[in-house]
């Protein structure tokens, strides 16, 4: 199994410029998760969705940041317009129905200029 | 908010063990204490998990006092690949895992 994947693995952008990360999780998982890292704040859960429904988006910064799951397969994150305080990396993480472990990508390090 | 704490920092020399302590007083009596690490630019790694009995797995042992109020997540010959972040987390049913600040783990030769 590739495990979940992200794309892209960096991203450079300037301030207002509109950003999407990608996620693909572990086929056969039926919850997806978006965390963003920081020095300042650690790593903090955005959203998660279980069977492609989002389900709690309350860690969402503000409207500027969206997220769409499609289909069991596919996630996105969407950052528009960006902005220099976005910047971090950004983790996608997948579980199945048990024992309820999630599994991280490798993260997107965005850089807001 | 996380229901756990930790040591910020701890030091250990390579092949000997590493113990790391996290305290979850507050641990109700269904819910579980899961250990994730993360190595420096990687995603998080489950380590292992427990309810009230001692796990061990090919990564570490777990070792959860008899109350649940604290464990201690044990790697029995630390090496250098095991320098990362270690998190404790109380986790029972919910879909959020809340990450605190971690013990950083540095291991020397």
């Known amino acids: ?113 | 908010d996380a229901k756990t704490t930790q040591p910020t920092s701890m030091d250990c020399a390579e092949g000997r063990a590493a113990n790391l302590p996290c305290n979850h007083s507050t641990i109700s009596g269904n819910e579980y204490v899961y250990w994730y690490r993360q190595i420096h630019s990687q995603g998080p790694q489950y380590i292992i998990h427990g309810l009230k009995n001692n796990e061990t797995n090919e990564m570490a042992s777990l070792i959860i006092t008899e109350d649940r109020k604290s464990s201690t997540l044990i790697l029995p010959h630390a090496t250098l690949r095991d320098t990362a972040v270690y998190y404790c987390i109380v986790w029972f049913n919910t879909d959020k895992l809340i990450f605190g600040t971690g013990t950083r783990l540095q291991v020397f030769p």
């Open chain 1, 1 to 113: 199994d590739a495990g979940v994947i992200q794309s892209p693995r960096h991203e450079v952008t300037e301030m207002g410029q509109e950003v999407t990360l990608r996620c693909k999780p572990i086929s056969g998982h039926n919850s997806l998760f978006w965390y963003r890292q920081t020095m300042m704040r650690g790593l903090e859960l955005l959203i998660y969705f279980n069977n492609n429904v989002p389900i709690d988006d309350s860690g969402m910064p503000e409207d500027r940041f969206s997220a769409k799951m499609p289909n069991a397969s596919f996630s996105t994150l969407k950052i528009q317009p960006s902005e220099p305080r976005d910047s971090a990396v950004y983790f996608c993480a997948s579980r199945g129905r048990a024992p309820y472990e999630q599994y991280f990508g490798p993260g997107t390090r965005l850089t807001v200029t």
